[in-house]
């Protein structure tokens, strides 16, 4: 060995580690783009949506149309799902004037199985009256099961929820929830396109009082991505 080759040797490996260091994390981001690109999805709707209120003065019954949308980013494990929607809501019979509902809700997703993920994260309630507005802050937490009817093109769900806690800025009682949902996903042939077919219902309730609210509605949505 000729004097000094040692050291270029040993000078060699610095650039030889980083090209290995380049080529792993290339590597890994392949696949994880491959995942959060399919796993993203927009879509927009709407419904009919039926409110029951009950309060002091008795039981009343709205409803009317709700429009909104809901997306989806993420990859493999985690993800990040979103929603809002709003409309006005009429009386259908009690003493209740009409009055506009408004929700959103943001959850962080964990999916252990492909079949299954576990959310939870904020949902915000507002029911805007003349009167004023009563507002319902949730913290959910969610588990839904998905499956598949006819692979690709058409897959169901079922979601159920509970309220760990939150807060109502009438009453002084602490509120609870639960809830749940169902539906139906078709998809066209080799299109990222979808049409959903979707009834939920949920109901929330103030400790120490009579207030409840009961919303159950059947959605219809559009949208794109996978």
Known sequence: M??????????????????????????LAAPLQAQLTRHTTFGLGGG?????????????????LTIGGSGRIGGGLLSVEGGYRQGGLAPDSGTATTQDLV????????????????????HARAFIAPSGTERWLLFEARVRAEGTVVSPAVSTYVELWAALGGSVNVGTGSPSARGGEAGITVRLPRSPVWARLAYGMDRATQSGSVNARSVEDIRVSIGIGR
């Open 48 to 64: 009919s949506t039926r409110l029951t209120s009950v309060t002091g003065a008795g039981t009343a019954i709205l409803s009317g």
């Open 103 to 122: 929700e959103a809700h943001l959850m962080v997703a964990v999916r252990p199985v492909s079949w299954l993920s576990v959310l939870a994260g904020p």
């Open 2 to 27: 000729k004097p000094g080759s040692g050291k270029r040797e040993a000078a060699g490996g610095k650039p030889g580690s980083l090209r290995l260091a380049v080529l792993a994390v290339a590597t």
